[in-house]
């Protein structure tokens, strides 16, 4: 063992949960330093897939831009963070949270054009039908606690029905013609700030009420949208323009308020299964979208 942690530079201590530590924390796994089964796996990976993986990864490099004035924001999928960058360097970084194997958050790049701040959240008809739905039969005084909104319709004939009147019992997530959209609030799931990029998936980031989840290692528990630890922090990065105080009263107030950006910001939302970090340190991630796979077929190579 010791002589593969050497081989991998992880070695770094005569006693070896050190160094066992150091090599878990590079291969996403809980740094206990203890030889366990995920441990021993990673540790007996062919180092030739290992290199297959850095080229691949190599070539995701190429989508990023690589002005020395460069701004923007990376979200790293595969690994749960996103990275402001300004003039080409990362300013900070801060833990997100992606989308379930089910909902994965997809690949793309886009234009940030501008932040809401207090969003209003209008709700998915799947997650109404499919979630909200049930709780709405169980307990119908859901919908005024948490500050629903109920309509039918659309454009000049959207009707505003009173939860109260509604045979929510008589309804079927098939049936379901309905409407939802939550007030911000306290128990809003897009917390106190949206940030908004045109794109076909209806994706964005967005601040949580939820903060204990991004104590997790793995985050992989939103509906597809990007959940972002620190909102206001980015918020204040992104309208450099305007101050803390200013920023800070715009939430404080409770109204919703949409604010565009003078210089709209270039998004990516890219996924990396490997990269070289502070140090010189090469990390390597578990293909959570199995993208990894796909990606060699496209580019006509063999899986690793």
Known sequence: MRKRLEMSGDWVDPEHRASLRRFQSRHHIEPTGRLDRVTLEALNEPVESQIAQIELNMERWRWLPHDPEARYILVRLDDYELDFIDHGQRQFTVRTIVGKSFWKTPIFSSTMTHLVVNPYWYV??????????????????????????????????????????????????????????????GTNPLGVVKFYFKNPYHIYLHDTPNKTLFEREKREFSHGCIRVEHSELLAQRILSDLGQESLGNLISSGRNRQIGLQDPLPVFLLYWTAWVGEGGKVYFRDDLYQSDEKMLQALGKTPY
């Open 124 to 185: 998915p008809r799947s997650i109404a039908a499919g979630e909200i739905l049930p709780l709405l039969q169980r307990d119908p005084g859901y919908a005024l606690r948490n500050g629903l909104r109920i309509s039918r319709g659309e454009g000049m004939e959207v009707e505003r029905l009173d939860p109260d009147t509604i045979d929510w019992n008589g309804m079927t997530a098939d049936t379901f013609d309905l409407h939802i959209a939550q007030i911000p609030g």
